[in-house]
């Protein structure tokens, strides 16, 4: 038999849920150039996926497993000889999916999802429009995960109120987990430098590309940051890109490490006094809770993900987010960062990119496929949902409950890249008026009267009622001043 192994399925575990035997099956990887040629990726994204997925075939067979690993030829044309005799863990991405299903590959459950899809549609049945925090306790019920005695532990469910400090203005930034790249990294390296028409460079490149790395990264993470994880997750600073952030998104979207081992190495840091509960359990969230619910709705989806734009946003995407060129410095800055690095964390993908681009009234599927290249950690299954259902609402509110927007002042308080910027937050009219701050107001002045009279978006709109008919003219006014930056 002939076993299957994406370039995001690299765990022994999987080989184990297929059912393979070293000596008698045979594994199938391959690095599929028409996959690469869909959209000018950045270079270190092929360089984490290639590498990764060569170092495990390289442990594979050290292990004794006999391993075909192709370098070119589609994914289709390896598959059709078998003429359906082999297995593959279920694919996440569901473009892979329709591939194996024509070429009549078996499939098994994914035994990193903690729900299976026939569990979320029952969920689905009895709550149609499920919110994360439900979701989200629900499965802390069902595993026991920071509970005691059927309650969560401390009393309350989350934190997150505690979790919204910037960074104090001692911050000092901590170095973030490196490792050097090795002989097979680097020959992964060259090949992709001289590949065309891709984004950013393979230079830098420092992150985990083996298990055993990855293990080293989730323990450098336990060690020195998880404790002040939680109140400055989501601080921003010029001078920090990465903050306590675990960047455990990586090996986690190649199956490096399993989001099981992550929670329980949090908890045992909860145990054992080395990390506070409001940081463990914002921790907890995002893996137990946000990142399980998201891919399910990505699943459950009713339609093309893709092409949802609930908002009628049909801008492009402004030619600075391919350059970083632009006298927005908070823009400029994290755009210029991801370029270089392939990373951001949550809040300046949200609350910067995300939320200029709404406000901007961009396209959804543009802004999803910048996104999908230039991020290392970006798939389809959970960049789609996270983009345009939680950044630009254009699901219509099938992952949010509100659009997430926000003005200057925000990004003011949270970082410090307003510092010396040609443009003032508290302004939206004048011409130093902060393009966010303008574009908010302008946002909820041409949505007033479809805007709901109470949930989410009320408080956003009680300010609003503070602005004159005068002010309001200004700002729209101001906004038509804007397309000279867009």
């Known amino acids: 038999m002939t076993l299957l192994i994406l370039g995001d399925q690299l765990s022994t575990d999987y080989l184990a849920a297929l059912g393979g035997i070293p000596g008698q099956d045979t594994l199938l990887m391959v690095e599929d150039p028409a996959l690469v040629a869909r959209r000018p990726y950045h270079r270190k994204k092929l360089v984490l996926v290639w590498s990764a997925m060569r170092h495990f075939a390289q442990e594979c067979r050290a292990a004794g497993w006999a391993v075909d690993y192709r370098r070119g030829g589609s994914l289709a044309e390896c598959l059709a000889p078998l003429d359906g005799a082999c297995v593959c863990i279920q694919p996440r991405e569901k473009g892979i999916r329709s591939l194996l299903q024509a070429h009549r590959v ?66 000092q930034p901590i170095a973030h987990f490196t ?40 323990a450098d993470f336990i060690a020195r940051r998880l404790a002040l994880f939680g109140p400055y997750e989501d601080a921003m600073s010029a001078q920090d890109p990465y903050g306590y952030h675990s960047l455990l998104s990586l090996p986690l979207n190649l199956s490096l490490l399993s989001p099981q081992e992550c929670l329980q190495a949090a908890q045992e840091a909860l145990a054992q006094n080395a990390a506070p509960l409001a940081s463990v359990e914002g921790f907890v969230r995002q893996i137990l809770g946000w990142r399980e619910f998201l891919y399910h709705l990505y699943e459950a989806f009713p339609g093309d993900y893709h092409a949802a734009n609930a908002l009628g946003h049909h801008q492009p995407l402004p030619e600075f987010y391919w350059s970083g060129d632009t006298p927005m410095q908070c ?19 949200l609350m ?35 983009v345009i259902g939680m950044s630009q609402f254009a699901d219509g509110g099938w992952v949010a409950t509100k659009p997430y927007i926000a003005s200057g002042a925000y990004i003011a308080r949270m970082s410090n890249y307003c510092k010396g910027c040609a443009f003032d937050p508290k302004d939206a009219t004048s011409e130093r008026a902060c393009p966010f701050t303008t574009l908010y107001w302008a946002f909820l002045i041409e949505r007033e009267a479809e805007a709901p009279l109470s949930g989410r978006m009320a408080q956003n709109y009680f300010g609003l009622r503070g602005k004159s008919a005068q002010e309001r003219a200004a700002i729209l006014e101001r906004k038509k001043g804007l397309h000279k930056l867009l």
């Open 106 to 171: 078996r499939t098994v459950p994914d035994p990193y999802w903690g729900v299976s899809p026939d569990a979320f549609s029952a969920l689905l049945a009895a709550h149609p429009h499920p919110k994360l925090e439900d979701f989200y306790r629900w499965r802390r019920r069902t595993t026991g995960i920071l509970m005691e005695g059927g309650k969560p532990i401390g009393g309350a469910w989350n934190y997150d109120k505690e979790n919204r400090k910037p960074f104090p203005k001692t911050h």
């Open 179 to 218: 490792v050097p790249p090795d002989a097979l990294t680097q020959e992964v390296m060259a090949e992709v430098a001289a590949l065309p028409g891709l984004t950013g460079s393979v230079e830098g490149f420092d992150m985990p590309v083996t298990r055993t790395d990855a293990q080293a990264l989730l």
């Open 331 to 349: 823009l400029s800055h994290v755009i210029k960062q991801v370029l270089e690095s392939g990373y951001s964390h949550h809040i300046e993908r």
């Open 352 to 386: 910067v990119l995300g939320n200029f681009a709404l406000l901007a009234g961009v396209s959804p599927r543009a802004l999803n496929e910048w996104f999908w290249c230039c991020y290392l950690d970006a798939y389809d299954w959970v960049v789609t949902p996270n």
